[in-house]
């Protein structure tokens, strides 16, 4: 119930459906919060704003297995129930291995806890391969890809539409080789990731939008802890609103601190206790065997494991079993929740470190921190909670958000934001890099007549450095071709076993070519350095956008007139990132930045390498909080640290966020008052004037850490996938049509016996069927399932070809009775419409005389062919193939009812012929049918006939000579003459009582002083 109201706010407060692009079928979006023992999938389409997916078993979460055998594919629940069986064939807990090498630690525990599967390394890339057989070969990443596209199918059944774009969750650790592996898996897939969210980061997001209102500029902090299957992770975040230039004061939350064990989860605790279940049950010595030395045994202890665990976590003992563990022998032990919390007691000791790290990376205190909200199945074991609690000094945890759903519904509402489709309330989210990145480089110098090479370090993205970001690093010193390397910074923050875990701490060598070219080139200029453009995108993936060499000349006068191709040209350039020659002082924001920076003295930029930070969209400067900007601060003291004795390669002295500000305000002058600009520039001198030129370096790029899929190799993981797909497809038809094969032939040969069907057939065409029906299931027991797919849907064919005469006759039979009985009453009503329309006096008649013949010839047809036929019928055995048949009854039906419709529409529509005598009474009666009519127009909608309209003739009424006028009592009695003269189907609206209230002067609209 609490669910269903929270989605009902959701939908009120923050969801609106934009403009649906022309496809509709494409619309729908998806998110998957990818864990490591389970995903939760969530969906967005047009009447439905956000909803979780069920899976074929109607559940909310889905486990993340595969099943791989030789000739099929499981997924989810059916996977699991395979590992029981056939644990070697069953893949789970994928998250640890991707992007790792096979020598890593992570994979080398993976292999010690599943040691029924066989990892072995890659010939290329040296990554972790399942060897399932001989010629069977997967990496994780092809089997998250599976993985992702069970997904996407799931959610297409349950959208019923086809889904491409989604959102998924990774874990807020992962470094840019493990970001990099989830996007090759989707790329195998064929799904377009729309973003990779830190799931702590989706979590933020669902806690801010449900609470909204209750975001202020104050600022508040929470702490989310989520403890999952494999991994444990505290998230600080702040909340607080912020004015932005489009949308005005916005909430915000940004991210501020994260702590986090790779290690400490659900699964650690399971294994020990499925440890000391294998223990109890050697114990017992009822056979010779250890059954820690037997797969399947030890899968199904580990899924007793599970269940016991989750027992305990509301009761204080359970008793665990397990029929036929090994050699037939049942398991029974008694487990106390004493007992399992002393199997964990290191594991708990562990639960606060992931606090204290997050408290120390944000420089904030447990009193700073508002509430502490709980996040993760693995949360529920009430000593986690305990430790906690006590770590965190509260008097209670937040228990107020799904702790499963949580990611999974943030990381939705954050794919319609992103979907051109869907248009979503704005929530700015600046989420936070793990680890800090930096450039590095060598350059040779010359001290003293002797030269020696000078190491370089230039930090790009401090700790906890926002994103989306993108950072500029200019280089002032080489006028050749040059390398430099894009390398991890300081990960002293990090442990012994998470640095061993990290992997590589170089991320990319950089070659730059024609660099000298450049300079031969522009030699009349001087040389504004080498500039390279780093971006650090939504999903934390740096980028290196761009390199160009950037000169400048001084143009002496008045500058002339530029050509209108000049003009095009540099305009092109600009707009894909090369620079252009700047006359006019309009450069774009991120040069604006720039020419801020070096603009300081010549002492100050000479023999240095410059770190900027361009005004970006993404992250403006005035939509941060009133904290001092500490990614500046930090960068500031790294290049203080490498300041040479020399003074070479000096960091400059002015603070970032105060350059940033002289940049803002640059950009507010040139944006906002651009007439005034213009007339400064009329009112000063003539002088010279510095013209900016841009030329684009050739860029090598060298992966360090882990290399990515060639070409090559992308195309043979996608067919490969894309072949099994096919296989699981045609595997699923030939099932298909081997039931539907199997369950015809059950029904048929049951029918048989069934008296209607026995009526409308001979004994020689009941055994003739019975044979063939026979014959082919026979078939299909011993060589059917062996059959192709055409083979089968050709026997089902030709079964279906000699049985349906019999079920033809058997189903018309069926329908002659509701079918005959509509049409008699059909003709009935139609009969009595055309009397009372006949009866109509002449004067008043609506209809024409054609009309009613064409209706009294199709009701004479109509009757004589249902006689006749029925006759004819009646004479035939019931063996024969009928004359009477439905479709030809529903075409009479058809025509039938078309030719009443079309005359009761015109009497819908027909207008009162105007009286010329100027008598009282008649006026009355014509005010009357006026009345009447014009009710009718007004509250019957209905389409004018096609055929003749009525009021074309003028209505008239004598009076012969002699005769009185008729009376007000005379004319009453007439009307009731006429209008039970007229069928109910044509009087409309008005009743005899509303014409007798008009007569007697009661009528609002004729007041009797007016008559």
């Known amino acids: 119930m609490d669910r269903k109201m929270g989605l009902s706010v959701w939908v009120v407060l923050c969801f609106t459906l934009a403009h649906l692009a022309l496809h509709t079928d494409s619309v729908a979006v998806m998110s998957v919060d990818l864990g490591s023992e389970w995903m939760k999938i969530a969906i967005v389409k047009p009447g439905v704003p956000m909803e979780i997916v069920l899976n074929k078993e109607s559940r909310r ?27 070697k064939v069953v893949v789970r807990y994928l998250q640890d291995l991707l992007g790792k090498r096979s020598e890593n630690p992570q994979a080398e525990l993976y292999r010690k806890r599943f040691s029924e599967h066989q990892l072995v390394a890659a010939e290329q890339r040296g990554t972790v391969v399942f060897k399932l057989s001989d010629e069977l070969y997967y990496s994780p990443e092809e089997i998250l890809g599976m993985v992702l596209n069970y997904s996407r199918t799931l959610a297409q059944d349950f959208a019923e539409q086809p889904i491409k774009d989604l959102v998924i969750t990774v874990p807020a650790y992962f470094n840019q080789a493990e970001r990099r592996a989830v996007l090759q898996a989707a790329q195998m897939a064929g799904l377009k990731v729309l973003q990779l969210i830190n799931d702590n980061t989706a979590v933020a997001l669902n806690y801010g939008v449900f609470r909204r209102k209750d975001i202020n500029a104050t600022a508040q902090n929470v702490m989310f802890y989520d403890m999952g299957s494999s991994s444990t992770t505290a998230t600080i975040v702040t909340y607080v609103t912020t004015k932005t230039k489009d949308s005005g004061t916005q909430p915000q939350l940004q991210i501020r601190g994260i702590g986090f064990d790779r290690n ?21 010595k009822k056979t010779s065997k250890d059954v820690r030395q037997h797969p399947r045994a030890m899968a199904k202890l580990w899924k007793e494991a599970n269940r016991v665990k989750t027992v ?55 009193d700073e921190i508002d509430h502490v909200v709980l996040v993760g199945g693995a949360t529920r074991v009430p000593k986690v909670q305990e430790v906690l609690l006590k770590a965190v000094g509260k008097k209670e945890l937040g228990k107020n958000i799904n702790a499963d759903e949580a990611a999974s519904m943030g990381a939705v509402y954050q794919a319609a934001a992103l979907s051109k489709a869907f248009k979503v309330k704005p929530f700015l989210i600046r989420d936070a890099a793990m680890y800090p990145i930096q450039v590095e480089f060598t350059r040779s110098i010359e001290e003293d007549g002797v030269k020696t090479i000078k190491h370089n370090k230039r930090v790009l993205f401090q700790r906890m450095s926002p994103y989306p970001q993108r950072k ?30 990290f992997g590589s701490l170089n991320l990319t060598t950089v070659r730059l070519s024609g660099v000298g070219l450049s300079f031969q080139k522009h030699s009349d200029t001087e040389s504004r350095g080498i500039k390279a453009h780093f ?23 008045e500058p002339e007139e530029e050509s209108t191709l000049t003009k095009l040209g540099n305009t092109i350039s600009s707009l894909f990132g090369g620079g252009s020659s700047e006359t006019d002082g309009k450069e774009n924001l991120t040069e604006s930045v720039q020419d801020e920076e070096e603009a300081t003295s010549k002492s100050e930029k000479d023999d240095r390498e410059e770190l900027e930070t361009p005004k970006e969209k993404e992250t403006p400067r005035e939509e941060e909080s009133s904290k001092p900007d500490e990614q500046g601060k930090a960068e500031s003291d790294g290049e203080q640290a490498d300041q040479p004795e020399t003074g070479e390669d000096q960091a400059k002295t002015e603070k970032p966020e105060t350059v940033d500000k002289k940049a803002e305000d640059v950009g ?43 070409q090559e190799e992308m195309s043979q993981s996608q067919k490969k996938l894309q072949d099994l797909t096919d296989r699981d497809l045609q595997k699923q038809e030939h099932e298909k049509m081997a039931n539907s094969l199997e369950a015809f032939i059950f ?21 003739q069927i019975s044979s063939k029906l026979s014959e082919v299931s026979n078939w299909l027991d011993e060589d059917g399932y062996a059959a192709t797919t055409q083979e089968l849907k050709a026997k089902l064919s030709e079964l279906r070809k000699m049985c349906k005469e019999l079920f033809f006759k058997v189903e018309e039979r069926r329908k002659w009775p ?25 004067a008043d008649q609506i209809f024409t005389e054609v009309e009613l013949n064409t209706l009294e010839k199709v009701i004479t047809e109509t009757t004589a062919w249902k006689n006749e036929t029925v006759r004819e019928q009646n004479k035939l055995p019931s063996t024969q193939k009928p004359v009477l048949l439905s479709k030809d009854i529903e075409a009479k039906l058809a025509l039938l009812d078309r030719e009443v419709k079309y005359l009761l529409n015109k009497a819908k529509f027909a207008k009162p012929k105007p009286r010329k005598e100027k008598n009282t009474t008649q006026e009355v009666k014509n005010t009357t049918l006026e009345d009447k009519n014009a009710a009718a127009a007004d509250n019957e909608s209905v389409i004018p006939p096609e055929k003749d309209t009525v009021g074309d003739t003028e209505y008239k009424e004598e009076v012969q000579p002699g005769e009185a006028p008729p009376t007000a009592s005379e004319t009453k009695s007439n009307t009731e003459g006429d209008e039970a003269k007229i069928p109910d189907q044509i009087v409309l609206e008005s009743s005899k009582d509303t014409a007798e209230e008009k007569l007697e002067g009661k009528s609002d609209k004729h007041p009797p002083d007016e008559l």
């Open 668 to 710: 507010k002058e040139k944006v906002e008052d651009p007439e005034s600009n213009k007339t400064e520039e009329v009112k000063m001198p003539k002088g010279p004037k510095r013209v900016k030129i841009s030329e684009n370096v050739t860029v090598g790029l060298e992966i360090q850490d882990l290399p990515d899929l060639t």
């Open 61 to 87: 979460k889905t486990p993340v297995a595969v099943a791989l055998k030789e000739n099929e594919r499981l997924f989810g629940d059916s996977a699991v129930a395979m590992s029981a069986k056939n644990p």
């Open 535 to 557: 971006n650090m995108d939504e999903s934390g993936i740096l980028a290196l956008d761009r390199v160009e060499a950037v000169f400048e000349k001084i143009q002496d006068g």
């Open 264 to 284: 400490l989860g659900g699964l650690e605790m399971e294994l020990r206790l499925q440890d000391h279940l294998a223990k109890l049950f050697n114990a017992q």
């Open 747 to 767: 029904e048929s040969q049951d029918k048989l016996y069934q008296d209607e069907y026995q009526a409308v057939s001979t004994q020689d065409e009941r055994d």
């Open 312 to 366: 305990l976590s509301a009761n204080i003992d359970h008793m665990a079993q397990i029929e036929g563990l090994l050699d037939d022998i049942d398991f029974k032990a008694k487990v106390t929740r004493q007992q399992f919390e002393e199997l964990c007691s290191d594991l708990f000791e562990r639960v606060a470190d992931p606090v204290h790290q997050a408290l120390k990376v944000s420089e904030l205190k447990m």
């Open 818 to 842: 509701d079918r005959l009985a509509a049409l008699d009453s059909m003709l009935n009503h139609s009969t009595i419409f055309l009397t009372g329309a006949r009866l109509i006096p002449e």
């Open 472 to 501: 500029v690093i200019t280089f002032n010193r080489y006028t050749d071709d040059f390398e430099f390397f894009v390398n991890y910074g300081d990960l002293s923050f990090l442990s012994e076993s998470d640095l061993s875990i």
